[in-house]
């Protein structure tokens, strides 16, 4: 039998579910993605830790739950709601269905959620607490507890971890980072070594890397302040790619700022403007923190893309040193992989450092 359950705003609002998934009940940040595909791909998205995630696209689950679409091994956002969640999917590489996998995995859900009216309420009042329960009683809920907090320590890795090629050694600081920026870099010839996002700039260099990059994560990048020291170390001997959370890091070692969106770019079709091409590509993102424009020094950096919506920094590139940055997600998974040539220029960007090419990257 479906067993009524409750999604609770800490701005008042309580809206009606079917539960789905592990029965408990928890408290996270609510967000939302505008994405119309890649489902498994947004559940496993380490950067969700810590939220509870809605999911705008009316459908989900039809073509089920698959072996090769993860982003990390285990689910790390804290609840997940949709409106209609698909009991029957049809795929030939489906093995479970969603409400299976959120049991197995321990995560709480609720469907026949409307889902439209809960985006309204965090547009108006942006993100904020949520709870998944058993009960509409919003008093029964303790708001004063904090959320959960040192996020990134809990889905880095523990130990290192080697990725043989032919090309380039790049060393991945693991914020958190999603399976798809290894292939990428993989698919590129690169060997990668993926270590914890704590490893300090002597054991980065005992590593011996042509290139660094810095991952994804979840949380707010300002609480992060002790790596600041390290990250600008590690970034200012090696060429060097950060990417969301990564870029928030080197942004903030650098001396710039970050601040907080209403409620954040999550989707699959934000448009950027790159301006050195003054071309707009359409990326995929997931991110509530952004580098405050005015806080980058411009003697040291300059601004690579901006966001077409709402002007906000998308990138930033070093005026003397190899670094590059990007907000978005040029992994893509889910969404466009039209700036995977982000992911090449990084590899060039090593090349001309080891003098193995002299021309300038093309865009
Ligand atoms: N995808 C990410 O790396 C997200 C970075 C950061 N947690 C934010 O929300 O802005």
Redesign the pocket.
Known sequence: MMKKGYLLLESGQVFPGIRVGDSSSVMGEIVFNTSMTGYQEIMTDP?YAGQIMTFCYPLIGNYGINQQDNENAKIQMQGVLFSNLCELPSHYQSIKTVDQWLKQSGIPGLANIDTRAVVKAVRLSGTMKAAISDSPDFAQIDWNQPLPQDMVSQVSTDNIKVYEGSGPHVVLLDYGYKKSMLTALLDEGCKVTVVPYNTNSAAVAALHPDGVMLS????D?AQLQDLFGEVKKITSSYPTLGI??GH?LIALAYGAKTGKLLF?HRGANHPVKEMVTGKVWMTSQ????VVAKDSVDSERFSISYLNVNDGSVEGLSHKKLPIETVQFHPEAHPGPDDTHPVFQRFIHMIKQSKGEVTHAVTY
Do not use: K
Not at 286 to 289: I, L, V
């Open positions: 950067s994804n994560g979840p949380g990048p969301c959370l928030q954040g997931n991110h509530s923190y």
